[in-house]
Structures are given as structure tokens and as C-alpha cells.
């Protein structure tokens, strides 16, 4: 890693999982260097920093983790606070669909879907991600639990990506980094 690449500790107990993080040049495609966190989810001290860092502040009464590291850290913490989980998923893989959006990221298009019953009106809802790069997905997650009533309560990823501007494009939501790059 870079001397200009390094990862800000936004919050204080994060130093381990700052260095667990593994650039991958060229992915999805060539030019685009991908932040890894698997390596961070896999051990078992960095990811519990992580999860309680994630939830810490905010009032909620359910997840919702993005497809698909979003699945992992969000279903981490809504059982570590003690509240459901609702997946945010990629289109064809629910049986039942409330709602659909469509957005552009970095480098293409996608979609995200609610399940049918997973959020009531009113629910106060955490959005949770590994990665916020140009705002896309974490916007297109806010809009999609907006339409269904629920109120976002906030925003919160692992690494945000702070040359991609992403923050500015999220919508609605109070949104909350671990860690920048």
C-alpha cells in the first residue's frame, strides 16, 4: 500500500482491521483497485471491533446489509444489538419482491430488491455495507427502504472510498465510515 493510499482510522479501536484490508489492482476490470475485506472478516477480533463500531450510536429496530459483504457485517450486527436483519438483494434471488431499484456504480449498473414483508412503515432502519465508493449502491439502499415507509436511520459501511465522493450522492441518510481511504 502506498504511503498516500493509507487507510484513516475514523474510529479509535480500528488499527487491526485498517491493516487487514487487501488492495486488489484490476477488479472487477482493469484500472479499478478493489478494497478487500475479507481478510478483516475473518478474524475474529477485528470483525467484532467492527460490528459493534457499526451499530454504535444509532437508534434501530432492524438491519438491512446490502448483497452481499453487507449480508455478513449487517447480520453481525443486528444480532450483536439484538435486532432482525433484512438482506437488500441482487435481482432473481427472492421469491417474493416488494420493491425494485435500478443505479449506476463506478464501473456499470445494478439492482437491488426488497423482500416482500421484511419492513413496516415507520421501522427505524440501519443500512450497513463494506465498501462506499461513488454512493450508488448505499443511495439506491436508501431510496428502496424509503418507498417501503421505513426511516433510514443511518448509513454505515466499513472503508469509504473519500476520493469517489460517494457521501454527497447518499440521500436522506446521516452516513457513518469506520475507516477512509
Known amino acids: 500500500m502506498a504511503d498516500s493510499d493509507v487507510v484513516r482510522v475514523i474510529h479509535p479501536t480500528l488499527s487491526k482491521a485498517s491493516r487487514l ?4 489492482p484490476d477488479f472487477p476490470e482493469p484500472g479499478v483497485l478493489f478494497r478487500d475485506i475479507s481478510p478483516l472478516l475473518a478474524d475474529g477480533e477485528a470483525l467484532s471491533t467492527v460490528v459493534t463500531a457499526l451499530g454504535e450510536g444509532h437508534e434501530f429496530d432492524v438491519v438491512a446489509g446490502v448483497e452481499a459483504r453487507g449480508f455478513l457485517v449487517g447480520a453481525a450486527v443486528a444480532q450483536a444489538y439484538g435486532t432482525g436483519v433484512v438482506g437488500l438483494r441482487k435481482p432473481g434471488k427472492l421469491p417474493e419482491v ?3 431499484i435500478d443505479y449506476a456504480l463506478e464501473y456499470g449498473t445494478a439492482s437491488l430488491e ?29 431510496e428502496l427502504l424509503g418507498r417501503a415507509g421505513a426511516k433510514v436511520s443511518a448509513a454505515a459501511v466499513v472503508l469509504e472510498l473519500t476520493a469517489l465522493g460517494g457521501r454527497d450522492r447518499v440521500l436522506g441518510a446521516d452516513v457513518h465510515a469506520l475507516l477512509a481511504v
Do not use: H, K, M, Y
Request: glycine share 8%.
Open 21 to 24: 484490508i487487501r488492495e486488489v
Open 98 to 100: 416488494a420493491d425494485r
Open 114 to 142: 426488497l423482500a416482500a414483508d421484511t419492513i413496516s412503515a415507520g421501522q427505524r432502519v440501519l443500512v450497513v455495507d463494506d465498501v462506499l465508493a461513488t454512493g450508488g449502491t448505499l443511495n439506491a439502499a436508501c
